[in-house]
């Protein structure tokens, strides 16, 4: 009933940029939460990355403070992440996650998950 379709990810070197995207489709009809999540091989647990309420009040992980910016477009149901000074310890897969109420359901919300998209920060 809802996707979430990511997009931004790339390769780039430490110190470099990259600006994610989320679009959020379907039978929406509000989000209360969005956020990003960070998938690597080596932690089994996915970590909260930045997430954002229907206001746009952001909380970000300790990582990324000073260097992430997380927006929301509530008209639109879309999430971006402005990534700067990208570390190596950022590469991951990006997965974005929005907690949705869906008309069929208006007093229920539902969390909901994207594919990912791949973020590589080379040394």
């Known amino acids: 009933q809802v996707q979430l379709v990511e997009s931004g990810g790339g390769s780039v070197q430490a110190g470099g940029s990259l600006r994610l995207s989320c679009a959020a489709s379907g039978n929406i009809l509000s989000i209360a939460l969005m956020g990003w999540y960070r998938q690597d091989p080596d932690n089994p647990r996915d970590e909260m990355v930045a997430?954002?309420?229907?206001?746009?009040?952001?909380n970000y992980a300790d990582s990324v403070k000073g260097r992430f910016t997380i927006s929301r477009d509530n008209a639109k149901n879309a999430l971006y992440q402005q990534m700067n000074s990208l570390k190596p310890e950022d590469t991951g897969v990006y997965l974005c996650?929005?907690?949705?109420?869906?008309?069929?359901?208006?007093?229920?919300?539902?969390?909901?998950w994207g594919q990912g998209t791949q973020v590589t920060v080379s040394s």
């Open positions: 996650n929005a907690v949705v109420y869906t008309a069929d359901m208006p007093h229920l919300a539902r969390g909901y």
């Open positions: 997430e954002t309420d229907d206001g746009g009040l952001p």
